[in-house]
């Protein structure tokens, strides 16, 4: 797709307006499909401006507020990056970790961190029932702080990842799928198999298979969900996909078999996660101050955990996949078998196989939280896009 | 106020030169009431620019350094805001807590942390004796730096909280009693009551109280200070009010009555802070490498802090002031009965009628601390600011 | 040299290309002497910009990431000024302290933090054998990244110290000689020695000692090297200055004797540094999992060192040096007798008499640094550096 179709693209879906500007964006069931399709081709455009050298700076400043209940260093760096692409400064929020906080403390702190603020990431995913929350919390208070006359302007609120999705990394997901196979509209018919897989660690987010199953039953996907007994993911998000599939026109089917995902699939995304059962269990233990409890649980998760062993992306399985060719799909980092652990999500030589494209698969998450920045804070992106497109200023001289 | 009157008000106050220049800000009594004018046009000003989507960048590049010696979120949210305000990029040193460095490390650290920083920000206020004494080091340091032509400009040192002023603090404080009562001439005669107030947490800095009694009692105003025996601020800070009511036509009063110190007060700030004389004993231990006896000092301090519970910001002590309606201030955060602790400074429903207005309080910090870092660095602040009004730059396209 | 003649030298130097563009700047024995000369007359070009209150910034966005292996003050805000002269924003990857990861890892990280970068300074220099092979296989990964289309652009890797050499603290040191002695034609014949001090703290790096002795052989310089039994640097670097001082017309002899090292020096650099067997078995130690016999093999070796105490740059073996007035030169912090440590590399008259004088050394750092991002990212140095000084961009407003 060239440019101008590009642009025309953007500009069906915006339908003459925005709907994300001085919004949020915190759950990709949100919005509607458009809205989606409106980040994608935001990315895109930007990622074309990128590609030739071209500044992408929108901002004269600002800073781009991080708070991250857990570490991380991709989505830290690549949040970094969205924000200098555009011209804001990071700033991180370091309010220690595993802290649950709520109501006067994060009304009174998102005021403060917002005072010149363009746009806050959060991410925090440790706890079930608190990530969406605490983000909806956030938003509230700085809805409150630009009604009271606090905040001269409100700051969006970003997911950088959630107890329940993971908007920058599913859309980035979908950008590579876009890519791979031509058009969002190629998606339609094709097999996605989002299958749980073993790892040695526990207690793994489900944030990315929620994300996934969730975003893509929209696109007209036959989406499979396989993991064993004891691994499903939050019952509201499968009735979301439920729903999805049918609106699509495609398909969300669940088994507990990960053969059974893997046969015929066009797309396979094997990656560990913990049951969400353990995981509110262990919500419960920390909140009521029973922390010493939680190693226990941990111990029972890891050995429920090395029960299924045999959940490993082999070769064998990667053969069974459409003409044996399926796109292996991950977040990254993957536990690979005798690489990064003994036993693990994906065999060696699966892994390397398709290693430079999961590369290509995350080279899109700056440019989705970019898309996310823009469209919530200006009012015409086309404009801007347009100008930044056009205007032919370098990033640095030759 | 309109924009001209305010330049007019600026032209005025900095008498056709700007004393700040190529200078520090340590402590508001170390500079005449027309350069605290100044300082407070200057904020007004920026926020002026920044509330009509304006830019006030106006740096180039140069970084801004900070020095925390205790942790602080929003106080590195407001120097981070600003910096990046102005277009300086924000840089943290962290140099470990508690850690009290002196002579050949200072000196040579402040000129390795300045060969291209525009000003340097420092928050030193758990040593009684020892936050400013730093501050006047680092600011000889790179004194001697610039003379000597290590360094091709001299950074401003700029006090982000000491042991003695917390000036970012007072003067935001001050800022919001101009806008909330209309002029800083409005203030004259209205009493304000700075109290200590009950706190179930130990040893919060003093520099607080000083700041406010040492910066109101030169505006005319009739400052109360209240506390429990064994509760007394620097000595020395107490001269300093005597002087300043003196001079500018108020008074300043000791009790040791919180009702006292609020019947018909037009202004409340009631706080916790740590007696002198404990913070005096917890240094000297800590530099006797004695620091095994603070835990013993610190049980004690609490014991005598809780003989004080009733020093509450309670529905009824309000209603003793002006009107019943005194405004109630707080630098934030405030210890709130029944939400933060269990007993504390503030009943819940007092602070939740003013909380807001805390907010709005807070909201001038990192505009205070931009107006320090122009004015110390900008010889001509009136052309700078008159042409950050009228180029009319957006922060950021439609 | 006034800039016309600053620039004719560079224009010379390069030779009507750049050899750094597109590449990388790991150890300064990887590049021909122009190259060399190439980074010290753009760091002094930048450094006549800046100093004329210019500005020196080239870049319109883009992250500048640092990855630091072990702390480190001076060489963070030197790589930060560096960065944000340029107009670049620092980035911090903060991997864990010791960490020695390879492999996978490496080639991950390396591209999920560049996907906006241009440039990756890392610090590793705890570990023999291992900080430069770190950096090469950063710089393989995004060699890779780029090729393959996951980058669109290659960040240059800088070698901010690694276990072979500390070439921007090299070329300072070298920018700081020319400076003081007029042109490095005028360091021919001189004599420099490097030695071995005194230090009660146990295990410096050898990049340091090792990258002066390799850099300054390079000149014409005569350089001794001079060290207690037990002190030899890596064999490899041994035989590149026996090399360079063939070369160079100079020469590059060992002793064991301070005093015969200081006797008629013109140059004297006195720093402790650690034997290398010590941490060659340190490295073995802790990647066998045996870190808890690392403590053993410290005392041995903090033992060995107290042999050596008379190893101190004192009033009387500077008395021996040429006319007694010989540059004395340290990296910092210095070990200072009475000041930092009771008995140290230094007595404190020495180092007071060239306190400033080493301060000057340090402010070439950041230049250093930033003349290496340069080169390794602009085509055209010549033309970029032309037009900073032409163009009169002031850094901040009058």
Redesign the interface.
């Known amino acids: 797709m060239d440019d101008k179709a590009l642009m025309a693209s953007l500009e069906e879906t915006l339908g003459g307006g925005n709907p994300l500007h001085g919004g949020d964006f915190l759950r990709t069931w949100d919005h509607p499909v458009n809205t989606l399709r409106a980040v994608a081709d935001t990315a895109r455009a930007l990622k074309a401006v990128?590609?030739a050298?071209g500044?992408?700076?929108?901002?004269?400043?600002?800073?781009a507020?991080s708070i991250f209940r857990d570490q991380s260093?991709?989505t830290r760096?690549?949040f970094?990056?969205?924000a200098?692409?555009l011209?804001l400064?990071?700033?991180d929020?370091d309010?220690g970790k595993s802290q649950i906080a709520h109501?006067?403390?994060v009304r009174?702190?998102a005021?403060?961190?917002s005072?010149?603020?363009?746009t806050i990431g959060i991410r925090d995913d440790m706890f079930i029932g608190e990530g969406h929350k605490y983000m909806a919390e956030v938003a509230e208070a700085v809805d409150?702080?630009h009604r009271?006359?606090?905040?001269?302007?409100r700051p969006s609120v970003i997911n950088l990842q959630c107890d329940e999705d993971h908007p920058t990394q599913s859309m980035a997901d979908l950008l590579h799928l876009q890519a791979t196979f031509g058009s969002l509209e190629a998606l339609r018919g094709k097999k996605l198999a989002m299958t749980w897989a073993y790892s040695p660690s526990y207690g793994k987010p489900l944030s990315v298979p929620q994300g996934i199953i969730a975003l893509m039953t929209r696109f007209g996907m036959d989406v499979t969900l396989a993991h064993p007994e004891g691994y499903g993911l939050l019952p509201d998000t499968i009735d979301v996909c439920q729903r999805h599939a049918k609106e699509s026109g495609g398909s969300f089917t669940q088994v507990h078999d990960m053969g059974e995902a893997f046969r015929d699939a066009d797309i396979v995304y094997p990656k560990s996660w913990a049951p969400f059962q353990v995981m509110e269990e262990r919500t419960k233990l920390l909140r009521g101050g029973r922390g010493d409890e939680v190693a226990a649980l941990e111990q029972d998760a890891l050995a429920a955990n090395a029960k299924h062993r045999s959940w490993e992306t082999t070769e064998e399985l990667m053969a069974a996949t459409r003409g044996g060719e399926a796109l292996y799909m991950h977040c990254?980092?993957a536990d690979?078998t005798g690489?990064?652990c003994e036993e693990g999500e994906v065999a060696a030589s699966v892994f390397e196989r398709y290693r430079?494209r999961t590369?290509?698969e995350?080279?899109w998450k700056?440019l989705v939280i970019a898309a996310m920045m823009l469209l919530t804070?200006?009012?015409?992106p086309l404009?801007?896009l347009a100008?930044l497109a056009s205007r032919g200023?370098?990033?640095?001289?030759?």
Do not use: W
């Open positions: 990128y590609g050298g500044s992408c700076k929108i901002f004269d400043s600002g800073l507020v260093t991709r760096f690549s970094a990056s969205a200098n692409l011209g400064v990071p700033s929020l309010e109501g006067e403390t009174e702190t005021n403060m961190i005072f010149m603020t363009e409150e702080g009271e006359g606090v905040l001269a302007q990254l980092p690979i690489v990064s430079l590369y290509h995350a080279s700056p804070r200006c009012e015409k404009e801007v100008n200023v370098a990033r640095r001289p030759a």
